[in-house]
């Protein structure tokens, strides 16, 4: 006998590549599928989770400015002559009505050479000594230095506590004109110089003078070296546009109820898009048999729970009415709802009431989002659940690596058997046709 098998299926005639990888199938089958609808349940509960830690956060995030004073401290600020001066106020600002007159516009003071020269001209060797206000500092110049080298050496010099210098082409030639965006008095500029270029210094003059800004304030006078002013009234800042000494523009400062308003109705979307979900995820159809990612979930529900008990409470104190009386409800479809005209009647009513009830400390804004703090906090059971989701999957992960480590043995060990088998059946092949030939020896030998 000779000749050894060298690839699987030549004594046989079986397909053992493709024979083996049947077996191999067949018996990964169950445990693959039973890890696959693992896999695929811890999936589907891991986004459902995830959906629902997204609708919670949504919510937190509409009570933002609601546990604060943004809500209920938001003020309204308008001018009577929105050309003279514009007006904002912060929330808690004080409340009320001031007769404002600009006199001056604050300005910064401007200088420069007044007398036209040839810009190419030597300014001369020495030192300017220039000042804006009571800061000052030096620039050394050299014969030959021009206009423009000149005024590079101020813009560029490391001390200059900010003058802004320029070259301007009048009548007559060009001037070297200082600047500064300071204003106030004292933003007034001066120069002196020692050497040749004392008389180009002695030459720079006052072109506008600094000056602060003046008003009076229900009568009172204020200067301020700059045009806005955000701490003559509480709270209130004045940008001056322009003055007019005989006019009188009158800001008024008021609630902003608008904002209270606008806070209720941003809280009502987010929690009617919470509620849709958290139906979604635990909702069951009877009559399909479909259910939601979370049906029969006891946290869903009792985070629902805890939720919708906080809304229809109102959390209002002893002395307070509940948020249906403010407008605030559910309607027969179990959404919520804000009846806005309910809601300015009690602003104009009980102002006070509603935003106690709404923002104060005990407040609804206050408990929902101390509850979904704690819901959404790290040591809350919705992490905890989606921890456990994350460490299902990886076990299920670890099985998936070991059954494939599995398959590839028992690939081996059926390859082995099936390549053994063959050889076996090479050899009989190879022994039967031996025989075969002796009989036929035989059989011709007698004749």
Not at 1 to 22: E, H, K, R, Y
Not at 78 to 104: P, T, W
Not at 172 to 193: C, E, F, P, R, T
């Amino acid at each position: 006998m000779s000749g050894t098998l060298s690839s699987a299926g030549v004594g046989s005639g079986l397909d053992i590549a493709s024979l083996v990888n049947q077996l191999v199938a067949a018996e990964r089958a169950p445990t693959a599928q039973r890890l696959a609808r693992q896999e695929s349940t811890a999936r589907v509960e891991i986004s459902a989770y995830g959906l629902l830690r997204s609708a919670l956060a949504d919510l937190q995030s509409s009570l933002t400015g609601a546990t604060g004073d943004a809500q209920t401290e938001g003020r309204t600020a308008s001018a009577s002559r929105e050309d003279l001066l514009e007006v904002s106020a912060a929330s808690g600002a004080a409340l009320g009505r001031f007769d404002i007159v600009v006199e001056r516009l604050a300005s910064s003071g401007r200088a420069a050479t007044l007398t036209p020269r040839d810009p190419a001209a030597d300014v001369g060797d020495g030192t300017l000594s220039l000042s804006l206000g009571s800061d000052s500092f030096d620039v050394a110049t050299t014969a030959g230095m021009d206009l423009a080298a000149l005024r590079d050496a101020i813009n560029d010099a490391a001390d200059n506590p900010g003058i802004n210098a320029t070259i301007i082409n009048v009548d007559g030639g060009s001037v070297l004109s200082l600047g500064s965006d300071v204003s106030g008095l004292d933003s007034a500029i001066s120069a002196s110089g020692s050497g040749d270029i004392a008389t180009l210094a002695a030459d720079i003059g006052e072109t506008r003078p600094a000056q602060d800004a003046l008003l009076q304030i229900d009568g009172l006078p204020r200067s301020s070296a700059e045009n806005s002013i955000s701490d003559a009234i509480d709270g209130v800042t004045l940008n001056l546009l322009a003055a007019d000494v005989g006019a009188t523009t009158t800001i008024t400062i008021g609630r902003d109820d608008g904002a209270l308003q606008q806070g209720l109705e941003d809280f009502v979307e987010a929690w009617n898009s919470f509620a849709s979900n958290a139906d979604t995820l635990g909702a069951y159809n009877a009559s399909t048999g479909d259910a939601g990612a979370l049906n029969g979930d006891a946290l869903l529900r009792g985070i629902e729970n805890q939720l919708r008990q906080i809304v229809s409470a109102g959390q209002g104190t002893d002395d307070l009415l509940r948020g249906a009386e403010f407008g605030l409800r559910f309607d027969t479809q179990g959404k919520l709802e804000l009846d806005s005209a309910a809601l300015a009647e009690s602003l104009s009513t009980r102002r006070d009431d509603v935003a106690a009830w709404w923002n104060g400390p005990d407040g609804l804004a206050s408990a929902l989002d101390g509850v979904l703090s704690q819901q959404l906090g790290d040591d809350a059971s919705l992490k905890s659940r989606e921890d456990a989701l994350s460490a299902r999957l990886e076990r299920i992960d670890q099985r998936e690596e070991r059954l494939d480590l599995r398959m590839e043995s028992v690939r081996a060990r059926y390859l082995a058997q099936f390549t053994a088998l063959d050889v076996a059946l090479a050899q009989l092949q190879t022994t039967s046709s031996f025989l075969s030939q002796q009989l036929a020896g035989l059989n011709s030998g007698s004749t």
